[in-house]
């Protein structure tokens, strides 16, 4: 396993931006699947973004052409770049590792950061 730490969540207005990190402890960390996952109030855990170990990426529907992953291996980690934020967007954003991953599922990994808040007004 590895551990996780998000940062860079706050409050932003309606179509502002917002880049979070997850830094990460490990050696190996470049071998990792990296994803994050996000959760509002009275809602379940719900996938945003991923990056597989070879970089590709994959998105939500609901956030595809707003967001953008990447990772910078070298300094252990990834990246949320958040852009025309909407107030849907709201939720505690969690980044959560797998090296051998199944599905980009909340269940199919075993590495979770303690999450860091993202609040988008309107």
């Known amino acids: 396993q590895v551990q996780l730490v998000e940062s860079g969540g706050r409050l932003v207005q309606a179509g502002g931006s917002l880049r979070l990190s997850c830094a990460a402890s490990?050696?190996?960390?470049?071998?990792?699947?990296v994803g994050w996952f996000r959760q509002a109030p009275g809602k379940e855990r719900e996938f945003v973004t991923g990056?597989?170990?070879?970089?590709?990426?994959y998105y939500a529907d609901s956030v595809k052409g707003r967001f953008t992953i990447s990772r910078d291996n070298a300094k252990n980690t990834v990246y949320l770049q958040m852009n025309s934020l909407k107030p849907e967007d709201t939720a505690v954003y969690y980044c959560?590792?797998?090296?051998?991953?199944?599905?980009?599922?909340?269940?199919?990994?075993?590495?979770w950061g303690q999450g860091t808040q993202v609040t988008v007004s309107s």
């Open positions: 490990g050696r190996t960390f470049s071998m990792y699947e």
């Open positions: 990056v597989s170990s070879n970089a590709n990426t």
């Open positions: 959560a590792a797998e090296q051998t991953l199944s599905r980009w599922v909340p269940t199919a990994f075993s590495s």
